[in-house]
Nanobody
Framework: LVQMVESGGGLVQAGGSLRLSCTAS????????LGWFRQAPGKEREGVSC????????AYADSVKGRFTISRDNAKNTLYLQMNSLKPEDTATYYC?????????????????WGQGTQVTVSS
């Protein structure tokens, strides 16, 4: 059974920072591209960032470039998202995901496994 469990969400003021973590089990973690997605109320889920399996190349949505940093620790089966300079529009439920190896890694169509989500709320 594959499980991906996020943590680290919460309430923060605009301009603040949060670090999300996602710990996975039941899959060969180091073989997967991984990503973060988010869904705000009334909006579609969107890709935020992704990281390749081994060479650690990364991609970001334009809305978070320069503010968010994705990383992974394959020894700990853990994915991270460091979020700085948070804005109210970053408020959403954030999901980690394991992705298929080929294609646009910010597309939820490529998600093989989802986490359950963690809420991030940024107050103005």
């Amino acid at each position: 059974l594959v499980q991906m469990v996020e943590s680290g969400g919460g309430l923060v003021q605009a301009g603040g920072s949060l670090r999300l973590s996602c710990t996975a089990s039941g899959l060969t973690f180091s073989n997967y591209r991984l990503g973060w997605f988010r869904q705000a109320p009334g909006k579609e889920r969107e890709g935020v960032s992704c990281i390749s399996a081994r060479v650690l190349s990364t991609a970001y949505a334009d809305s978070v470039k320069g503010r968010f940093t994705i990383s992974r620790d394959n020894a700990k089966n853990t994915l991270y998202l460091q979020m700085n300079s948070l804005k109210p529009e970053d408020t959403a439920t954030y999901y980690c995901a394991a992705l298929s190896p080929i294609g646009n890694c910010l597309s939820q169509a490529l998600v093989s496994y989802w986490g359950q989500g963690t809420q991030v709320t940024v107050s103005s």
